[in-house]
């Protein structure tokens, strides 16, 4: 029998294939409809093209956006085959869960896929808060891991984004890198523990949401979660890329593979530094030999004739633990070049100079 995590991840990768069909075609003939992908089919599917689309850059993450262009960004994106969106309240103050619905409203709910976050929640402000985006609505945040905050954020999610259903919630940045909790993140994981993690399990076990996990930018709070929930997908930020996944192929990976738990791989270009931008995830800082350690890799790169975002895409999607990878864009096109990465050929050799060389993991899937 396939368990529920399995499954999960079999439907979240068929329904993939399912909406994404005029460009990846599905391999096999043991197809399930759509509507009886989560009444428990247990048919397998391969997902040629694993790649979704994350939120931050549309939210004004990086950079000023108008709505025209947020727009035409994920009408691209959607023209291009992504069927899979995710986004927060956190990213642009309720801007991000805006645009995204502004478009999503005018989709079929059945062909996409769609994850978002709690553990803040928004309030209106006097003052336009001093955060990471640009120009954002005047609204504070508070945290809030209580089963009750957990509703209430999922209410407040619907409202902003205009759709009837949420496929997926992740408990989002209750981490030692968010810079408000610190050291205390640990106080809240109690709180999350106690609240918001059983009453997301009730909400999943009475169909009001597929799945749940944690949406953050270290390993420890996932291990964590894995020791003492029922999660079953999480969402794991600059920890899995071509120039950092050590960790995470020494713990996390096998973790998952353990319990039977999905990952989806956010900023597997760090925030586009491996698109050759020069930024790196999202704190303005270098750490000290990525430039070195990327352009080494980008010279075998070139002697193999491959891309570089390409490579970096296909690394973070390789394990068979990751239902996707979620990279950003902040214009039409970048989705389309995505997807057309995930495609690309990569010869055999290049993976094998780079463990030569000890850029990347010995052990690590390619």
Not at 1 to 8: C, D, Q
Not at 199 to 213: M, S
Not at 275 to 281: K, L, S, T
Request: aromatic fraction near 8%.
């Amino acid at each position: 029998m396939t368990s529920r995590r399995k499954f999960l991840s079999t439907t979240f990768t068929g329904m993939a294939v399912a909406a994404t069909a005029p460009l990846i075609p599905a391999i096999g003939s043991d197809i399930v409809k759509r509507e009886d992908m989560f009444q428990g089919a247990a048919e397998r599917f391969k997902l040629k093209e694993r790649i979704g689309m994350g939120g931050v850059a549309v939210a004004n993450g990086f950079a000023l956006k108008t709505e025209p262009e947020a727009y035409a960004t994920l009408e691209g994106a959607w023209k291009a085959g992504v069927r899979y969106f995710d986004t927060s309240p956190w990213y642009g103050l309720g801007l991000g869960e805006r645009r995204f619905g502004s478009f999503l409203q005018h989709q079929k709910r059945d062909e996409y896929i769609l994850s978002t976050k709690v553990g803040r929640l928004l309030q209106p402000s006097a003052v336009r808060p001093e955060v990471m985006w640009k120009n954002p609505p005047a609204f504070k945040h508070k945290y809030d891991y209580t089963a009750d905050g957990v509703k209430r954020s999922i209410e407040d999610s619907l409202q902003r984004l205009g759709v009837e259903r949420i496929d997926i919630v992740f408990i989002h940045d209750l981490s030692p890198d968010n810079g408000d909790l610190k050291d205390k993140w640990t106080e809240q994981f109690e709180i999350a523990r106690k609240g918001a993690m059983p009453a997301l399990t009730r909400l999943r076990e009475e169909g009001v949401i597929k799945a749940w996990g944690l949406g953050v930018n270290r390993i420890e709070p996932i291990l964590k979660t894995l020791e003492v929930a029922d999660a079953d997908i999480f969402l794991s930020a600059t920890q899995y890329s071509l120039i950092k996944h050590e960790d995470a192929v020494n713990r996390l990976l096998p973790a998952c593979k353990a319990k039977n738990v999905s990952l989806v791989i956010g900023a597997a270009l760090n925030a586009g530094f491996l698109a050759g931008v020069d930024r790196y995830d999202y704190s303005g800082t270098f750490p000290d030999g990525v430039k070195e350690k990327r352009a080494k890799i980008e010279a075998i790169a070139k002697s193999h004739n491959v891309d570089l975002r390409t490579a970096a895409l296909q690394f973070s999607s390789a394990p068979s633990v990751v239902a996707a990878v979620i990279p950003g864009a902040s214009n039409p096109n970048q989705m389309a070049e995505n997807i057309a990465s995930m495609k690309a050929h990569i010869p055999p050799a290049f993976w094998q100079e780079l463990k030569k060389e000890k850029l990347i993991a010995e052990s690590a899937q390619v």
